[in-house]
């Protein structure tokens, strides 16, 4: 229940008669929020999100004895019904309206959630194209267990903040990890706003192929050739690694590139594979130290 209240090739930068022309954005934006006092990470990267696009924004608090808390699990035991400042929280929605409207953003809402995050993100996540969320809103034991089943329900585009984040989001400089799969493709796609406001974008290519893996029958298109049809100038890289060190070679490339975010789809596997052979989403998210743009 949710209460509301190297090989690399280049391509000219769009002209700035095509930068003016309308492009893709975010119209409905969801953060999860954890704090109000000062205002959380997520919320705060959210409204400038929203701001930028002229979004509407959703505010979703947690509270905290739901955020450990596994979709299957009952409610853990308390010794009193929870408070109104807990649940109801009436004043953080009038603080919030004020706070966003002063950046921004003209239609923002709040909301409390009385269910664990993986079913508050499937069911929110359904009226949004874009969540934010901190990866530090649950424990580190329970990323895989509690947060990870959030993305993998909701099939939302995610950014994922890394733990303790402070900064400001900036979308300078943005790598792409693309190897092929539906996930990874959804997640460039989906990441398309994102892409058009930076500076340097590179393509990091892991694809590994059988013959007929993945075969649809009929022709792709190719992932440079896509972005370049889109406006984004773009450097493609290629990789070779085993399928247990994508992840890792991934945030390599984000490192020496300065990167301000990663793109890069969410399970392209099954999630005992991931956990079985550790999986490059189990390892971009237990230790990237920047944005990730997730999408599974």
Known sequence: MIMLIDESRAVPRASSQQAATPTLG?????????????????????????????????????????????????APAIAEPPGESEYERPDESLAFAQFALERGVAHASWAVTRTPIAPTLRHLGAWHDLAVIERDIVDAAHIFDVLAEGLLSARLPCILLPPRWSGSLAFDRIVIGWNGS?????????????????????LVNGELRTPDEHSTGVAEPDPFAYLVRHGVA????????????????????????????????????????ERLLGGATRHVMANADMPVFMQH
């Open 234 to 273: 773009a450097k493609l890289h290629h990789i070779q690694v085993p399928p247990d060190e994508a992840g890792l070679a991934l945030l390599r490339h984000a490192h020496v590139l300065r990167a301000d975010l990663l793109v890069m789809g969410a399970y392209g596997r099954s999630r005992i594979r």
């Open 182 to 202: 539906f996930e990874s493709t959804r997640a460039l796609c989906s990441a398309l706003p994102l892409l058009r406001l930076a500076r340097q974008v590179v």
């Open 26 to 74: 975010f119209r409905d934006v969801l953060a999860l929020v954890t704090s109000s006092g000062p205002w959380s990470p997520a919320l705060l990267a959210a409204v400038e999100i929203a701001s930028r696009w002229n979004a509407d924004l959703t505010a979703c608090y947690v509270p905290v004895d739901l955020r450990e808390q596994r979709p299957a699990e009952s």
